[in-house]
Structures are given as structure tokens and as C-alpha cells.
Nanobody
Framework: QVQLVESGGGSVQAGGSLRLSCAVS????????MAWFRQTPGKEREGVGY???????NYADSVKGRFTISRDYVGNTLYLQMNSLKPEDTAMYYC?????????????????WGQGTQVTVSS
């Protein structure tokens, strides 16, 4: 059974940093596409960025220059380094994964999801 488990969330002040991790278990190969999404109450889940198996990385405009996605292909782990955090980055952050050959920040495209980790940024 495939499981994605996020960790690293917490509370920080504006301008601070956090590093999220997403560990994959129950899957011996590398997913073609892994991504980070976030969601606040009453709003739709939005894409933060993704990383493909070939090393292509893309970000949402709202986080470009502040967030960095990386993958440990050996350990099958996805990371999200978040710097210069803003109160509007407060959300539950989710890791997602899919196979195939397409990688888009579309919620419906992903097959597997983690339970999420909360990030709270205070002003």
C-alpha cells in the first residue's frame, strides 16, 4: 500500500523558514511526478510546485524565489524548503504523487496524497 507522509510543519514568524519532507513508502520505484499543494479552510487546494523524475521543477508564481523543491530519488523523498515566509503562506501543506508522463499542478491529476502538515506564519 502506497503511503505518503509529510513532516516538518510548524509555527514561525514572518520572514522565517521551514523545511517540509514527504516520505514515500510501499512503492519501490520513483514516481514520475511529485508535488506540493496547500489549502486553507474554505478555499480550494492550490499547487505550490512539482518535481519530475527527470529533474524538471516548476513553481506557482506566488512562491517563486522563496520556495525550493528537491527530491531524494534514492530515498524516494520530496522536500519543500520555504524561506521568507509570509502570513499568507499559512495553510495545510500536502504532498502528492503520480505516475504517467504528465506533470501539472492539477489536484485531479494525482493518484496519491499525504495527510498534510500544518504551516502557520504569524505577522
Amino acid at each position: 500500500q502506497v503511503q505518503l507522509v509529510e513532516s516538518g510543519g510548524g509555527s514561525v514568524q514572518a520572514g522565517g523558514s521551514l523545511r517540509l519532507s514527504c516520505a514515500v513508502s510501499g512503492y519501490s520505484h520513483s514516481f514520475y511526478c511529485m508535488a506540493w499543494f496547500r489549502q486553507t479552510p474554505g478555499k480550494e487546494r492550490e499547487g505550490v510546485g512539482y518535481a519530475t523524475d527527470y529533474g524538471t521543477i516548476n513553481y506557482a508564481d506566488s512562491v517563486k524565489g522563496r520556495f525550493t523543491i528537491s527530491r531524494d530519488y534514492v530515498g524516494n523523498t520530496l522536500y519543500l524548503q520555504m524561506n521568507s515566509l509570509k502570513p499568507e503562506d499559512t495553510a495545510m501543506y500536502y504532498c502528492a504523487a503520480k505516475g504517467g508522463s504528465r506533470c501539472l499542478l492539477a489536484v485531479g491529476d494525482f493518484d496519491y496524497w499525504g495527510q498534510g502538515t500544518q504551516v502557520t506564519v504569524s505577522s
